[in-house]
């Protein structure tokens, strides 16, 4: 049983769970109002871009996704990578000198009569906090989704697409039919390695494939150097192959030396449900007012793809979560923040309501 009155280790007006762009774009915020605040992470700032494959390009265009009104320069003036883009976040951080306590996860959130206390396992030790406010960026994708079928687990089979070198001169199964299972396909090919696709769907989806890549891959297809295979799901994975069942039921034996399973991930939902924070539909997206981004709980906020819940098509990215920010700001202090501006309200506010109606 947790202590009722445990050593408070730092208190502030607001804390901040989430070192990502928009949790980090706000702390700049909250910084240059003046306010006192508490930053954590449970691991290292933009984790989930830091798995990332390596030299993938962000969809966005840079102007989109630059936080706190810090440009972002690269040599090519295209879009940014993964590794830039972090690059570009420990710069940020260094710049406004953002203090932020990383490898310190949230692990518990207790209501009180002036705010909540947050319980923290450090590194050496658990610690304890307190605030008036608290906000949650804590992002949507931290599992991926599991087939649950035999041999998920074998050490030849990943959720996560690293290195096309990994795969060369190598049989690759890549399971999914969306960006990322397409972006790999295509790489690993290039890489040197023998692909095949498994998808669910007859057809790929020109609104879940970008549309400067979908062509490239229907015609590696129709020339025979990436094979697919519509309309079919995994059913068991052993070390040699896959099975691959059809949608009428009929089995395919596929031969592999790897499988990639591109099958999406989930958010983790525990601080919401510590909270009390109540969690809606299929997605079990956190309920919130639009205007303002608190929860159902007053005091605490949310900010950033941490609103959608665990996306199943994905909506809310980096380039229309700024606005959170600001909504926060505005609810917190009663100031829109000058490091957002009228034009990036407009711009933002409008995609943001267009998700709100879907």
Known sequence: MSDPYPKIDGSAQLAIVGAGPIGLELAAAMKADGMDYLHFEARQ??????????????FSTTERIEIAGIPMQNSSQQRATGEGYLAYLRSVV??????????????????QSQGFL????????????????????????????????????????????SDPHTYFR???????????????????????????????????????????ILPDLL????????????????????RQDVVLEKNNDERILHAVDFVLLNTGFRQDPRLFELAGVSLMGEQRAPQFNPDTMETNIPGIYIAGTAVAGSQVRYKIFIENSHVHVGKIVLALTGRWPDQLGTIAERRYDLAFKDFQAN
């Open 45 to 58: 700032i933009g984790h989930t871009i830091s798995w990332w494959p390596r030299n993938t390009y962000f």
């Open 118 to 161: 947050l319980r923290t396992a450090t590194l050496t030790g658990e610690k304890h906090y307190s605030c008036q406010k608290l906000v949650l960026a804590i992002g949507d994708m931290h599992a991926p989704n599991l087939l649950n079928i035999p041999g998920e687990d074998l050490p030849h089979v990943s959720h996560y697409f």
């Open 170 to 212: 190598k049989r690759l199964l890549i399971v999914g039919g969306r960006n990322s299972a397409v972006e790999a396909a295509l790489r690993c090919w290039r890489a040197g390695s023998q692909v095949a696709i498994s998808y669910r769907r007859a057809n790929f989806d020109h609104e879940r494939v970008k549309n400067h």
């Open 219 to 238: 015609t590696q297809i129709e020339l025979g150097n990436i094979t697919f295979y519509p309309e079919t799901r995994p059913v068991e994975i052993t």
């Open 94 to 111: 260094e710049q406004l000198d953002l203090q932020v306590n990383t490898y310190e996860p949230v692990i518990d959130i207790q209501q």
